[in-house]
Protein backbone atom coordinates (compact mmCIF):
# COMPACT_ATOMS: atom_id res chain seq x y z
CA UNK A 1 0.00 0.00 0.00
CA UNK A 2 2.94 2.24 0.89
CA UNK A 3 4.69 1.46 -2.28
CA UNK A 4 1.35 2.45 -4.48
CA UNK A 5 0.59 5.55 -2.64
CA UNK A 6 4.72 6.12 -3.20
CA UNK A 7 3.99 6.00 -7.28
CA UNK A 8 0.91 7.91 -7.26
CA UNK A 9 2.49 10.59 -5.46
CA UNK A 10 2.00 14.36 -7.55
CA UNK A 11 4.95 16.09 -7.06
CA UNK A 12 5.53 19.05 -4.43
CA UNK A 13 3.91 22.16 -4.85
CA UNK A 14 7.19 24.29 -4.20
CA UNK A 15 8.51 22.31 -7.84
CA UNK A 16 5.16 23.29 -9.49
CA UNK A 17 5.61 26.68 -8.35
CA UNK A 18 9.46 26.96 -9.94
CA UNK A 19 8.19 25.30 -13.13
CA UNK A 20 5.23 27.60 -13.41
CA UNK A 21 6.85 31.00 -12.83
CA UNK A 22 8.68 31.14 -16.04
CA UNK A 23 5.94 30.14 -18.27
CA UNK A 24 3.37 32.62 -16.52
CA UNK A 25 6.00 35.32 -17.03
CA UNK A 26 7.04 34.46 -20.54
CA UNK A 27 3.08 33.94 -21.76
CA UNK A 28 1.91 37.18 -20.08
CA UNK A 29 4.60 39.63 -22.07
CA UNK A 30 3.70 37.47 -24.89
CA UNK A 31 -0.36 38.13 -24.54
CA UNK A 32 0.54 41.40 -23.91
CA UNK A 33 2.81 42.10 -26.83
CA UNK A 34 0.25 40.25 -29.12
CA UNK A 35 -2.58 42.42 -27.89
CA UNK A 36 -0.58 45.93 -28.65
CA UNK A 37 0.11 44.19 -31.98
CA UNK A 38 -3.64 43.51 -32.81
CA UNK A 39 -5.00 46.55 -31.56
CA UNK A 40 -5.50 49.08 -33.87
CA UNK A 41 -3.30 51.98 -33.25
CA UNK A 42 -5.15 54.87 -35.38
CA UNK A 43 -8.55 54.54 -32.97
CA UNK A 44 -7.22 53.40 -29.33
CA UNK A 45 -9.95 52.10 -26.56
CA UNK A 46 -11.82 55.06 -24.44
CA UNK A 47 -10.74 53.58 -21.26
CA UNK A 48 -12.66 56.22 -19.26
CA UNK A 49 -15.64 54.16 -19.80
CA UNK A 50 -13.66 50.88 -17.93
CA UNK A 51 -15.69 49.07 -15.32
CA UNK A 52 -13.29 47.56 -12.55
CA UNK A 53 -16.77 45.85 -11.37
CA UNK A 54 -17.01 43.34 -14.60
CA UNK A 55 -13.74 42.97 -14.28
CA UNK A 56 -14.10 41.29 -10.87
CA UNK A 57 -16.60 39.67 -11.78
CA UNK A 58 -15.07 37.91 -14.83
CA UNK A 59 -12.20 36.96 -12.26
CA UNK A 60 -14.79 35.43 -9.92
CA UNK A 61 -16.28 33.25 -12.86
CA UNK A 62 -12.96 32.35 -14.01
CA UNK A 63 -12.77 30.30 -10.27
CA UNK A 64 -16.44 29.17 -10.79
CA UNK A 65 -15.41 26.02 -12.72
CA UNK A 66 -13.95 24.58 -10.16
CA UNK A 67 -16.94 24.63 -8.00
CA UNK A 68 -19.09 22.76 -11.10
CA UNK A 69 -15.85 19.79 -11.66
CA UNK A 70 -15.94 19.17 -7.64
CA UNK A 71 -19.34 18.94 -8.01
CA UNK A 72 -19.28 16.52 -10.92
CA UNK A 73 -16.09 14.45 -9.01
CA UNK A 74 -18.48 14.62 -6.14
CA UNK A 75 -21.76 12.94 -7.89
CA UNK A 76 -18.97 10.12 -9.34
CA UNK A 77 -17.15 9.24 -5.83
CA UNK A 78 -20.60 8.67 -3.91
CA UNK A 79 -21.61 6.47 -7.35
CA UNK A 80 -18.82 4.40 -6.52
CA UNK A 81 -19.25 4.34 -2.88
CA UNK A 82 -15.71 6.16 -2.36
CA UNK A 83 -16.02 9.42 -0.40
CA UNK A 84 -14.00 12.39 -1.19
CA UNK A 85 -13.69 15.66 1.41
CA UNK A 86 -14.57 19.15 0.50
CA UNK A 87 -10.69 20.11 1.26
CA UNK A 88 -9.49 16.73 -1.20
CA UNK A 89 -12.13 17.90 -3.83
CA UNK A 90 -10.70 21.39 -3.80
CA UNK A 91 -7.23 19.73 -4.30
CA UNK A 92 -7.78 17.06 -6.84
CA UNK A 93 -9.50 19.97 -9.40
CA UNK A 94 -7.33 22.71 -8.52
CA UNK A 95 -4.24 20.42 -9.18
CA UNK A 96 -5.71 19.02 -12.29
CA UNK A 97 -5.67 22.39 -14.10
CA UNK A 98 -2.67 23.61 -13.03
CA UNK A 99 -1.17 20.67 -13.63
CA UNK A 100 -2.37 20.48 -16.79
CA UNK A 101 -0.51 23.74 -17.68
CA UNK A 102 2.58 21.87 -19.06
CA UNK A 103 0.83 19.46 -21.43
CA UNK A 104 -1.77 20.84 -24.55
CA UNK A 105 -5.13 21.24 -24.17
CA UNK A 106 -6.18 17.83 -25.47
CA UNK A 107 -4.08 16.27 -22.57
CA UNK A 108 -4.52 18.69 -19.81
CA UNK A 109 -4.15 17.11 -16.10
CA UNK A 110 -5.46 13.79 -16.41
CA UNK A 111 -2.07 12.47 -14.92
CA UNK A 112 -2.59 14.53 -11.83
CA UNK A 113 -6.28 13.59 -11.64
CA UNK A 114 -6.05 9.91 -11.79
CA UNK A 115 -3.09 10.01 -9.40
CA UNK A 116 -5.28 12.16 -6.74
CA UNK A 117 -7.90 9.84 -7.07
CA UNK A 118 -5.92 7.07 -6.43
CA UNK A 119 -4.79 8.44 -3.35
CA UNK A 120 -7.98 8.92 -1.97
CA UNK A 121 -8.66 5.30 -2.75
CA UNK A 122 -9.85 4.71 -6.38
CA UNK A 123 -8.68 1.80 -7.79
CA UNK A 124 -6.59 2.21 -10.82
CA UNK A 125 -8.93 1.11 -13.45
CA UNK A 126 -11.61 3.38 -11.61
CA UNK A 127 -9.59 6.39 -11.41
CA UNK A 128 -9.08 5.75 -15.17
CA UNK A 129 -12.50 5.89 -15.80
CA UNK A 130 -14.02 8.11 -13.55
CA UNK A 131 -11.15 10.74 -15.98
CA UNK A 132 -12.32 9.09 -18.97
CA UNK A 133 -16.20 10.15 -18.02
CA UNK A 134 -14.99 13.63 -17.53
CA UNK A 135 -13.51 13.46 -21.39
CA UNK A 136 -16.98 11.87 -22.41
CA UNK A 137 -19.22 14.32 -20.39
CA UNK A 138 -17.23 17.11 -22.18
CA UNK A 139 -17.94 15.60 -25.46
CA UNK A 140 -21.32 15.39 -25.10
CA UNK A 141 -21.40 18.75 -23.78
CA UNK A 142 -20.08 20.23 -27.06
CA UNK A 143 -21.85 17.66 -29.72
CA UNK A 144 -24.94 19.21 -28.38
CA UNK A 145 -24.10 22.74 -28.07
CA UNK A 146 -22.34 23.15 -32.03
CA UNK A 147 -25.47 22.31 -33.95
CA UNK A 148 -27.51 24.56 -31.26
CA UNK A 149 -24.78 27.10 -31.96
CA UNK A 150 -25.05 26.91 -35.52
CA UNK A 151 -28.58 27.31 -35.64
CA UNK A 152 -28.56 30.29 -33.92
CA UNK A 153 -25.44 32.73 -35.25
CA UNK A 154 -24.79 30.81 -38.61
CA UNK A 155 -21.27 31.23 -38.22
CA UNK A 156 -21.09 30.88 -42.21
CA UNK A 157 -18.90 33.91 -42.54
CA UNK A 158 -16.90 33.56 -39.58
CA UNK A 159 -13.08 33.59 -40.69
CA UNK A 160 -12.09 30.65 -38.77
CA UNK A 161 -15.60 29.04 -39.94
CA UNK A 162 -13.89 29.87 -43.42
CA UNK A 163 -10.59 28.36 -43.61
CA UNK A 164 -11.34 25.66 -42.09
CA UNK A 165 -14.31 25.03 -45.02
CA UNK A 166 -11.47 25.89 -47.53
CA UNK A 167 -9.06 23.46 -45.71
CA UNK A 168 -11.83 20.90 -46.14
CA UNK A 169 -12.95 21.96 -49.71
CA UNK A 170 -8.66 21.78 -51.06
CA UNK A 171 -7.88 18.70 -49.16
CA UNK A 172 -11.58 16.69 -49.55
CA UNK A 173 -10.35 13.73 -51.43
CA UNK A 174 -7.23 13.02 -49.37
CA UNK A 175 -9.66 13.08 -46.14
CA UNK A 176 -12.24 10.48 -47.66
CA UNK A 177 -9.33 8.47 -48.76
CA UNK A 178 -7.60 8.14 -45.28
CA UNK A 179 -10.90 8.06 -43.55
CA UNK A 180 -11.88 5.15 -46.25
CA UNK A 181 -8.28 2.94 -45.12
CA UNK A 182 -9.51 3.31 -41.75
CA UNK A 183 -12.46 2.17 -42.11
CA UNK A 184 -11.28 -0.44 -44.35
CA UNK A 185 -8.45 -1.16 -41.16
CA UNK A 186 -11.12 -1.61 -38.78
CA UNK A 187 -13.43 -3.84 -41.04
CA UNK A 188 -10.16 -6.38 -41.79
CA UNK A 189 -8.94 -6.61 -38.63
CA UNK A 190 -12.50 -7.59 -37.28
CA UNK A 191 -12.78 -10.02 -39.47
CA UNK A 192 -9.21 -11.16 -41.14
CA UNK A 193 -7.22 -13.44 -39.01
CA UNK A 194 -3.77 -11.96 -40.50
CA UNK A 195 -4.67 -8.47 -39.66
CA UNK A 196 -6.37 -9.42 -35.88
CA UNK A 197 -3.23 -11.25 -35.16
CA UNK A 198 -1.26 -8.49 -36.32
CA UNK A 199 -3.14 -5.75 -34.44
CA UNK A 200 -3.48 -7.49 -31.26
CA UNK A 201 0.42 -8.02 -31.42
CA UNK A 202 0.73 -4.47 -31.59
CA UNK A 203 -1.76 -3.86 -28.86
CA UNK A 204 -0.07 -6.41 -26.51
CA UNK A 205 3.27 -4.22 -27.02
CA UNK A 206 1.18 -1.51 -25.38
CA UNK A 207 -0.47 -2.39 -21.96
CA UNK A 208 -1.56 1.23 -22.03
CA UNK A 209 -3.99 1.84 -24.08
CA UNK A 210 -4.91 -1.71 -23.67
CA UNK A 211 -6.03 -0.19 -20.32
CA UNK A 212 -7.42 3.15 -21.44
CA UNK A 213 -9.52 0.80 -24.21
CA UNK A 214 -10.95 -1.47 -21.34
CA UNK A 215 -11.62 1.22 -18.77
CA UNK A 216 -13.47 3.63 -21.94
CA UNK A 217 -15.29 0.55 -22.53
CA UNK A 218 -15.89 -0.37 -18.81
CA UNK A 219 -17.26 3.09 -18.27
CA UNK A 220 -19.43 3.03 -21.33
CA UNK A 221 -21.35 0.00 -19.88
CA UNK A 222 -21.35 1.23 -16.16
CA UNK A 223 -22.57 4.45 -17.00
CA UNK A 224 -25.41 2.85 -19.33
CA UNK A 225 -26.82 0.20 -16.86
CA UNK A 226 -26.09 1.65 -13.27
CA UNK A 227 -25.02 5.58 -14.03
CA UNK A 228 -27.38 7.36 -15.78
CA UNK A 229 -29.04 9.45 -12.54
CA UNK A 230 -24.90 10.35 -11.97
CA UNK A 231 -24.68 10.88 -15.45
CA UNK A 232 -27.44 13.04 -16.05
CA UNK A 233 -26.38 14.98 -12.59
CA UNK A 234 -23.25 15.62 -14.10
CA UNK A 235 -24.21 16.80 -17.60
CA UNK A 236 -26.00 19.50 -15.51
CA UNK A 237 -22.53 20.46 -13.69
CA UNK A 238 -20.64 20.47 -16.84
CA UNK A 239 -23.38 22.70 -18.47
CA UNK A 240 -22.90 25.27 -15.68
CA UNK A 241 -19.38 25.02 -15.76
CA UNK A 242 -18.84 26.03 -19.30
CA UNK A 243 -21.71 28.71 -18.75
CA UNK A 244 -19.33 30.29 -16.47
CA UNK A 245 -16.13 30.01 -18.46
CA UNK A 246 -18.30 31.53 -21.80
CA UNK A 247 -19.39 34.62 -19.30
CA UNK A 248 -16.01 35.30 -18.69
CA UNK A 249 -15.76 36.73 -22.07
CA UNK A 250 -18.96 38.34 -21.62
CA UNK A 251 -17.99 39.86 -18.43
CA UNK A 252 -13.99 41.34 -20.04
CA UNK A 253 -16.51 43.09 -22.66
CA UNK A 254 -18.65 44.54 -20.56
CA UNK A 255 -15.86 45.96 -18.19
CA UNK A 256 -14.21 47.26 -21.56
CA UNK A 257 -17.46 49.03 -22.70
CA UNK A 258 -17.73 48.09 -26.59
CA UNK A 259 -21.07 47.56 -28.75
CA UNK A 260 -20.84 44.19 -29.68
CA UNK A 261 -23.89 41.05 -30.28
CA UNK A 262 -23.05 39.36 -26.84
CA UNK A 263 -25.64 37.02 -27.88
CA UNK A 264 -23.45 35.95 -31.18
CA UNK A 265 -20.01 36.31 -28.96
CA UNK A 266 -21.71 33.60 -26.17
CA UNK A 267 -22.52 31.10 -28.38
CA UNK A 268 -19.66 30.99 -30.75
CA UNK A 269 -16.34 30.63 -28.10
CA UNK A 270 -16.92 26.70 -28.44
CA UNK A 271 -15.21 26.99 -31.68
CA UNK A 272 -11.94 28.81 -29.61
CA UNK A 273 -11.97 26.14 -27.22
CA UNK A 274 -12.21 23.06 -29.72
CA UNK A 275 -9.43 25.41 -31.79
CA UNK A 276 -7.19 24.46 -28.69
CA UNK A 277 -7.33 20.93 -29.10
CA UNK A 278 -5.45 20.77 -31.88
CA UNK A 279 -2.66 23.38 -30.80
CA UNK A 280 0.48 21.33 -29.23
CA UNK A 281 1.78 24.07 -27.12
CA UNK A 282 1.08 23.74 -23.45
CA UNK A 283 -2.40 24.96 -22.23
CA UNK A 284 -2.81 26.28 -26.08
CA UNK A 285 -0.41 29.14 -25.85
CA UNK A 286 -0.45 30.91 -28.97
CA UNK A 287 -3.13 29.02 -30.57
CA UNK A 288 -5.92 30.04 -28.11
CA UNK A 289 -4.95 34.21 -29.28
CA UNK A 290 -4.97 33.24 -32.71
CA UNK A 291 -8.28 31.45 -32.77
CA UNK A 292 -9.72 34.29 -30.72
CA UNK A 293 -8.97 37.24 -33.31
CA UNK A 294 -10.10 34.77 -36.31
CA UNK A 295 -13.38 34.18 -34.12
CA UNK A 296 -14.08 37.34 -32.97
CA UNK A 297 -11.91 39.88 -35.24
CA UNK A 298 -15.46 40.45 -36.87
CA UNK A 299 -17.68 40.88 -33.95
CA UNK A 300 -15.76 42.71 -31.80
CA UNK A 301 -14.39 46.76 -32.92
CA UNK A 302 -10.92 47.01 -33.47
CA UNK A 303 -10.04 48.77 -30.58
CA UNK A 304 -11.24 46.43 -28.24
CA UNK A 305 -10.25 43.10 -29.76
CA UNK A 306 -6.63 43.12 -28.77
CA UNK A 307 -8.15 44.07 -25.00
CA UNK A 308 -10.41 41.73 -25.35
CA UNK A 309 -8.55 38.69 -25.96
CA UNK A 310 -5.24 40.27 -23.45
CA UNK A 311 -8.04 40.66 -20.81
CA UNK A 312 -9.77 36.95 -21.32
CA UNK A 313 -6.62 35.17 -21.85
CA UNK A 314 -4.99 36.49 -18.49
CA UNK A 315 -8.12 36.07 -16.45
CA UNK A 316 -9.14 32.61 -17.63
CA UNK A 317 -5.37 31.28 -17.78
CA UNK A 318 -2.47 32.77 -15.94
CA UNK A 319 -4.60 34.13 -13.15
CA UNK A 320 -6.59 31.03 -12.70
CA UNK A 321 -2.79 29.06 -12.31
CA UNK A 322 -1.67 31.87 -10.00
CA UNK A 323 -4.57 31.01 -7.40
CA UNK A 324 -4.35 27.58 -8.12
CA UNK A 325 -1.17 27.45 -6.91
CA UNK A 326 -2.17 29.51 -3.98
CA UNK A 327 -4.69 27.26 -3.22
CA UNK A 328 -2.68 24.35 -3.76
CA UNK A 329 0.09 25.98 -1.21
CA UNK A 330 -2.31 26.77 1.66
CA UNK A 331 -4.15 23.42 1.46
CA UNK A 332 -0.81 21.42 1.49
CA UNK A 333 0.02 23.33 4.60
CA UNK A 334 -3.15 22.68 6.31
CA UNK A 335 -3.32 18.75 5.11
CA UNK A 336 0.39 18.79 7.02
CA UNK A 337 -1.00 20.55 9.89
CA UNK A 338 -4.11 17.55 10.43
CA UNK A 339 -1.75 15.24 9.82
CA UNK A 340 0.25 16.12 12.50
CA UNK A 341 -2.00 17.33 14.86
CA UNK A 342 -2.77 13.61 16.11
CA UNK A 343 0.59 12.93 16.61
CA UNK A 344 1.26 15.94 19.17
CA UNK A 345 -2.16 14.67 20.90
Known sequence: MAEEQKQTRLPRIDVILRRLIPIVCIGVLGNLAFSWYTTDKGKLLDWSAFSWGYLFLACGLSLLPWFWHALR????SRFFGIPISPLNLLRIVVATDVGGVVAPVAVGGAPFKM?????????????ATLTLLGHLEEAVFFLSIIPVSLVLTRPWENPLWQRVGA???VHAAALLAGLAVLVTLVVLAKK???FRRFFHGRMDRSERLQML???????????????????????????GQWISRFAILIAVLCALGPEVDYFKIF????????AMLFVPTPGGTGGAEAAFLLVFSNLIPRAAVG???????????????LVGVGLLFVTARQRAAQTLSPEID
Open 213 to 239: VSDFRHAIRLVYSKGRKPFLLSMLAII
Open 192 to 194: TPY
Open 307 to 321: PAMAGWRLITYYFML
Open 167 to 169: FVD
Open 73 to 76: IYIW
Open 267 to 274: FLQWMVFV
Open 115 to 127: GMLMQQGFQTGQA
